[in-house]
């Protein structure tokens, strides 16, 4: 007699939507709100909390790769970010809060440190704009290193409704880091690349046997 062998599980990498959807919006929403608070209180108090942004290439302003990311400088400018945020942040999702923590903390530090390293002297970058750029990329390009057809449908529809973002990756454009988005776009190439690795050596672990009896 023999023990049978359960069916595979689908594959949460090669998932196109938050298997959870509710939680997954609550994050989304939350993180937003996050932002809108943050700007809210910018504007209540006195002092301009965007000078704790990232300053380039000086140490003091080091730190600003932290907080960068949760301020703005207008509201014009967050609500530019906010339906990016949104969407892109909600369909990172699709393999779990779990690995989309993993995949935002590798854009957040990797565009923060681009933009410190090659950003504009004698200014201060702050906005969302670099995590948008970096979770657009990273859906742009799992399903190749996922090898997931339905994550590549899904690319090339996003490519074809935010193909104007893409202009954000050239230089030339007055008040917007050029070097956040493309820094945040090659950590969400980078962030697919190592979630991708990830996920096939846990595959290649062989499962136990089951227990097999006369």
């Not at 062998?5 to 996050?34: N, Q, Y």
């Not at 995949?103 to 390293?117: F, H, K, P, Q, Y």
């Not at 290193?145 to 990756?169: E, K, P, T």
């Not at 991708?196 to 595959?203: A, D, E, L, P, Q």
Request: aromatic content about 8%.
């Amino acid at each position: 007699m023999s023990t049978p062998i359960p069916a595979p599980e689908t594959d949460a990498a090669k998932r196109v939507l938050p298997p959870k959807p509710k939680a997954a919006a609550l994050v989304s929403l939350s993180f937003t709100l996050l932002l809108y608070l943050v700007e809210l209180v910018d504007v209540i108090l006195p002092g301009d909390l965007d000078q704790g942004g990232i300053h380039s290439r000086a140490l003091s302003g080091l730190d600003g790769v932290l907080f960068a990311p949760v301020l703005h400088a207008g509201w014009s400018h967050l609500f530019a970010n906010t339906v990016p945020v949104l969407v892109f942040s909600f369909l990172a999702m699709a393999a779990g809060i779990g690995r989309f923590a993993l995949v935002t903390a590798i854009i957040w530090v990797v565009s923060g440190l681009g933009v410190w390293l090659i950003g504009p002297a004698n200014g201060v970058t702050v906005g969302a704009s670099g995590l948008a750029f970096g979770w657009l990329a990273y859906l742009l390009v799992r399903g190749i290193f996922n090898r997931a057809a339905g994550q590549i449908l899904l690319a090339v529809v996003l490519l074809g409704v935010w193909s104007g973002m893409l202009a954000g990756l050239l230089p030339g454009n007055p008040g917007v880091s050029w070097q956040g988005h493309v820094f945040g776009a090659l950590a969400g190439v980078l962030a697919a690349w190592l979630t991708s690795r990830t996920g096939k050596s846990r595959k290649a672990v062989p499962a136990a046997p089951g227990n097999l009896g006369v």
